[in-house]
């Protein structure tokens, strides 16, 4: 059964740093894998969708890596504004199943102070 | 750019109360999903429809919930009788057919709020 956990639960750090946020996966088998931004009761927001077969995929100030063989992604956030803060989760479909629910991460809580 | 809504955004009802959630994908999508995050909780899938019929649902699904497509743009979630535990945020989403490589887009989410 597919797991996914996201380190660490919460980061803040000083605007204008570049940071790191972690998401761990226990099956390797998946087709892509999904980073999304959500704010403070708010819905999902789509950041970026990094495809099984590719290593990066990147947008504006945002990186996502892929490692399927070690069953991680990264999310780099380069250059921080306090606007980036937010959670962040990733999530990745169900691999072989019917219709590929996505299985979600704990999330990052970020903050980002000025 | 085509989006997923959802209404309401906000829903207060009593307990045993039927709800019903609307919204509506993407207009060229055909696969559609519903979601729940209960507050400080991981997102978590309860159900999927594809070709007019329910393709998957989790436990959490009972028969207390029931999804429907009435017409060809609004997607539903039901809930008949709504307990204290079903109070979470909604979330409706979708996405095109065909590759599984595609990504599944999220409506605002409706915030349940039962007494």
């Known amino acids: 059964k597919q797991e996914v956990t996201q380190i660490p639960a919460a980061l803040s750090v000083p605007e204008g740093e570049n940071l790191v946020l972690n998401c761990s996966f226990t099956d390797s088998a998946i087709y892509n894998l999904q980073w999304f931004r959500q704010d403070p009761g708010k819905g999902l927001t789509s950041l970026l969708l990094?495809?099984?077969?590719?290593r990066e995929q990147t947008s504006g100030r945002l990186n996502a890596s892929l490692d399927k063989s070690s069953g991680r992604s990264t999310l780099y956030i380069a250059a921080s504004q306090p606007g980036d803060s937010a959670t962040y989760l990733c999530a990745v479909p169900n691999y072989g199943g019917a219709t590929n629910k996505l299985i979600f991460g704990t999330g990052t809580l970020l903050a980002v102070q000025p | 750019e085509p989006e997923v809504t959802q209404t309401p955004s906000h829903q207060v009802t009593q307990m045993g109360q039927e709800v019903i959630l609307r919204c509506v994908p993407i207009s060229n999508h055909l696969y559609f999903y519903w979601y729940r995050q209960i507050l400080g909780q991981k997102v978590e899938f309860l159900v999927s429809f594809y070709n007019n019929e329910i393709s998957e649902k989790s436990e959490i699904f009972d028969d207390q919930f029931s999804v429907e497509r009435p017409d060809g743009s609004n997607f539903t979630l039901k809930i008949r009788s709504t307990k204290l535990e079903d109070s979470a945020m909604y979330f409706c989403?979708?996405?095109?057919?065909?590759?599984?490589?595609?990504?599944?887009?999220f409506g605002p989410g409706t915030r349940l709020t039962v007494l």
């Open positions: 989403a979708s996405r095109p057919s065909g590759s599984i490589y595609n990504e599944q887009f």
């Open positions: 990094i495809q099984s077969s590719q």
